[in-house]
């Protein structure tokens, strides 16, 4: 069973940075596809990134797209999601969720929520004007 745990969310001023991390336990294989979603209130759960795994290509919603990184780190298991010039608008709990191990997903798919198998309980960012 894969549990993923979120942390570096915080309150951070408009401009700032702040970088997410996402630990992965039990995965047995290297081909999967990792992605970051949020949901702010009252609003629906929408895509921010992805990374494949084995190869590490990434995708990035246009909202954040130049100002987010995502990168991954094999040997610790973590994905890492660096945010910079942070937005008001880009308050919101932060999810990292992961396919099935062997599953990998790409393209307009990995925006897909229900592509996802395993979630993370979510940290808190929170950008102030």
């Known amino acids: 069973q894969v549990q993923l745990v979120e942390s570096g969310g915080g309150l951070v001023q408009a401009g700032g940075s702040l970088r997410l991390s996402c630990a992965a336990s039990g995965r047995t294989f290297s081909s999967y596809t990792v992605g970051w979603f949020r949901q702010a209130p009252e609003k629906e759960r929408e895509f921010v990134s992805a990374?494949?795994?084995?190869?590490?290509?990434?995708y990035y919603a246009d909202s954040v797209k130049g100002r987010f990184t995502l990168s991954r780190d094999n040997a610790k298991s973590t994905a890492y999601l660096q945010m910079n010039s942070l937005k008001p608008e880009d308050t919101a709990i932060y999810f990292c969720?992961?396919?099935?191990?062997?599953?990998?997903?790409?393209?307009?798919?990995?925006?897909?929520?229900?592509?996802?198998?395993?979630w993370g309980q979510g940290t808190q960012v929170t950008v102030s004007s």
């Open positions: 969720a992961q396919t099935r191990p062997g599953t990998v997903v790409v393209g307009s798919s990995t925006a897909l929520p229900y592509k996802y198998n395993y």
């Open positions: 990374i494949t795994w084995s190869g590490g290509s990434t």
